[in-house]
């Protein structure tokens, strides 16, 4: 039976002596007992009885184990370690509900390990503290007798946990120094986290929906979420500055024709920067190299930048349609001729198609974001909203194509 691990009812002295000969009459706040378990067998009790101590407090047993160890040991509390009576012992009266759950008989509320659980004296009927503090009013609601502040037993307080016994000093130098590097040497260092540069102060939410979701696998350890290093350049490029400072953050290309000539484009990277860096790596990429204009309407505008021709096609630098910038603080208008600006299909829907305007347009502003304009090359424009369309299409009579840009 010794080594049997379950509580037995037949023999339960048999088990919580042999769990408990080795056991140090010691309280610290590691090993508090359940509260609907003996403090001897660790087991839930049957019969429970209380031992009072010094300090208000209670100590919970089985009356069927603590008696036994109290013949045993010369009746030793076998957690104080002081005397203790087995006519001393109180016994103690728990209310349960119809699931067998142990509850305040005055409010119905069911005991937990967070509960503050007293018991009274005279009668041993177990409350939760705030129906004897609040609701009692000096009496027992279940005996219906008084009671008195000092026959308020403590079974359990979440809230004031025993403190740790405190160890004596230690005299000797040389055995002190010897703890205190075998303290340093078993201390954990602590590495310090450098944060990345684009840490945001808001947490990647991840932990939080794993808690919610049936599909996602649980993480206890929240993630820092990172800002998009694209998003932190462009934010960067269009903060106010002064104006020389803006100059030079703006950026030069020449779009190379083939009819003879070059549209010279300054692109405002300080009032648009996604845009005009979404424009300049499909240059780089060469996704315009011989893409022709598909769309001309004499007098308003001249669209390309789609490498199927149709109007149908082309996509950004990555992949996806962007979002506008029209909104920004700034922003560039469709307010003369030659204005570079973006062609969509609506709200954030930018890939790689433009527009170039032969005059002023301001029933577009808002709508489309203006990322350049020309500052060298008029001929060629004026060249271009020459060229005739092909009958009841916008489509040129003859073909206009960007060759390079550089």
Known sequence: MLNTPEHSANTPHRQATKRMITRKPENTPAQLTPFDCCALSLQPFQHPVC?????????????????????????????????????????????RNANGEIHDPVTFKTFSEHSHIVAIRTTGNVFLAESVGKLAGGRDLVADVPFTKADIITLQNPHAAPAPTPQPATTDKAAASKELAKAKATTTKVEKVTQPYNASPYSTGAAGASFTSTSLDPLTKGEMALYDEEELMFDDISRD???????????????????????????????????????LMLARQGKYDNCPFHRLIPGFMIQGGDPTGTGRGGESFWGTPFRDEYDLKGAERHSERGMLSMANKGKSTNGSQFFLTFGATPHLDGKHTVFGKLVGGEEILNAMEAVPVQSGTDKPSRLIKITEII
């Open 241 to 279: 500055r002064k104006e020389k400072d803006r100059i030079r953050r703006r950026a030069y290309v020449r779009m190379v024709t083939n009819l003879g000539g070059s549209l010279n484009l300054e692109l405002f990277c300080d009032k648009a920067p996604k845009t005009c860096y979404n424009f």
């Open 51 to 95: 031992a009072s101590n010094d300090d208000g407090t209670g100590t919970v047993y089985d009356l069927l184990n603590i008696v036994p160890w109290l013949k045993s040991h010369n009746n030793t509390d076998p957690k104080t370690g002081k005397p203790l009576s087995p006519t001393s012992l109180i016994h103690l009266h728990y209310a």
